[in-house]
């Protein structure tokens, strides 16, 4: 296929030139956590803005939300008939702090071997400067053989507090046959590997009050009941002895594992769970291994709690008050609406008349599951296997991302999860690095996923 090898040519002939936008894009500190760096925002934005025009997009825009913006561009194949592919990315990074266990400065890119050191490097500069310089390729090389728009948020980083109402404002806009999101990785520098199923998210915070203020545990205790108690009591009704969650209804539209799946061998066998946590012993959800558990099952985890006294020293205090905070991770098929009625039905079958109570949902998203056999993740896997020369691995992902959600259902479409991030890229933490062999065979990889994939669209 000339145009796809004139392509690849044409990447490993300007590799320099790639390394130069990518160092160029990582010196800006597009950190969309705090306000003093609302002008280095807007610098990014421009950055990529610019980046689309040279590429000879159309209708590049920087389009504002509430509150960092969304930059769009999109640029149309000579093929009428030929696929629409959103590419979905952000432009915002994590702070570095702490700035004194950095070897080098974050905002300075530095080469230490193999690695390339700043801070978004590998999440996520580099995918994105990388799927970039395959479009450059391509049309550098012949026609474009699918119509690409961007749609690139700068704030995935703070949970994304605008991009439904973006997304659902400009769902014309947006309109596509699939969404490759570029904010994902692979299993390691030698194991090419395609995320398929990612676990939702609801987040609760459950309050309690059994009288106006704290009490004297002397003068009313065994008196007035004791909301800490109560709400102990509740938490620990959320599950059974071997770790079965009990809130009515809370299995009943779970996607059961395939036989393919279960039978599947992970590397991360159960002595790798333990060496990995410290933790003595692995629990759980019986009959389901550790690695199950934590990628394809849901789940329900105290993240805090607070009540009384948590100072230094004694003080007899019955505590008025007491709060948790809830977060469940939720798998194929759970509605987050559907489950946050069976919690609060839970709550009030089971909260006594002593204590009153409130229910508040602080956020949600839906879990995602992508068909191994879609078009979109067999030409990931095409364009994988030929760039590594190795199998693919199919994974899950225990952790949530609240786009790919977003995208199915307001879009109606799914997303091939498609980066090339590694384990130890330490993101989100001092020394974040992007592996630059796997930066270049990415650019490659993206080239052939996009002929590919205008391949078996015609088919």
Known sequence: ????????????????????????????????????????????????AEQLTQLDFQDVQILPTSGHPVVFGQRTATDPEAPTLLVYGHYDVQPPDPLDEWESDPFEPTERG?????????????????????????????????????????????????????????????????????????????????????????????????????????????????????????????????????????????????????EKKSPRDDTWWLERTGTRILFGEPGYTAEERATARPTLDVNGFLSGFTGEGAKTV???????????RLVADQDPEAIH?????????????????????????????????????????????????????????GGSIPVVGLIQEILGVDSVLLGFALPDDNIHAPNEKQHLPTFYRGIDAYIRFTYHLADMYKV
């Open 114 to 262: 193999d690695n390339l050191y700043a801070r978004g490097a590998s999440d996520m500069k580099a995918q994105l400067v990388a799927h970039m310089n395959a479009i450059k390729a391509i049309l550098a090389s012949g026609d474009l053989p699918v119509n690409i728009k961007y749609m690139l948020e700068g704030e995935e980083e703070v949970g994304s507090p605008n991009l439904r109402a973006f997304m659902t404002e400009h769902k014309d806009l947006l309109a596509c046959d699939l969404c490759l999101n570029v904010d994902l990785g692979i299993s390691g520098p030698d194991e090419p590997s395609i995320t398929y199923a990612l676990r939702g998210l609801i987040y609760f915070e459950i309050n309690l009050r059994s009288a106006v203020s704290d009490l004297h545990s002397g003068l009313f205790g065994g008196a007035v009941d004791n909301p800490a108690i109560v709400l102990s009591r509740l938490i620990a009704g959320m599950k059974d002895a071997d770790g079965t969650i009990t809130l009515p209804g809370f299995y009943d539209d779970v996607r059961p594992l395939d036989a393919a799946e279960r």
């Open 318 to 328: 019955l505590p008025a008050t007491a709060m948790a905070k809830i977060s469940m």
């Open 341 to 397: 009625e069976s919690m609060q039905r839970y709550l009030e079958e089971n909260a006594p008349e002593s204590v009153e109570w409130t229910l508040k949902s602080l956020s949600s998203c839906r879990p995602s599951f992508v068909e191994r056999d879609s078009t979109g993740v067999q030409a990931g896997v095409q364009a994988l296997e030929e760039i590594w020369d190795a199998p693919v691995e199919f994974v899950r992902m």
């Open 1 to 48: 296929m000339a145009p796809m090898k004139n392509a690849l040519a044409y990447a490993g002939e300007h590799r320099e030139t790639a390394l130069d936008m990518l160092l160029s894009f990582l010196r800006i500190p597009s950190i969309s956590t705090l306000p003093e760096n609302k002008n280095d925002i807007q610098h990014a934005a421009e950055w990529l």
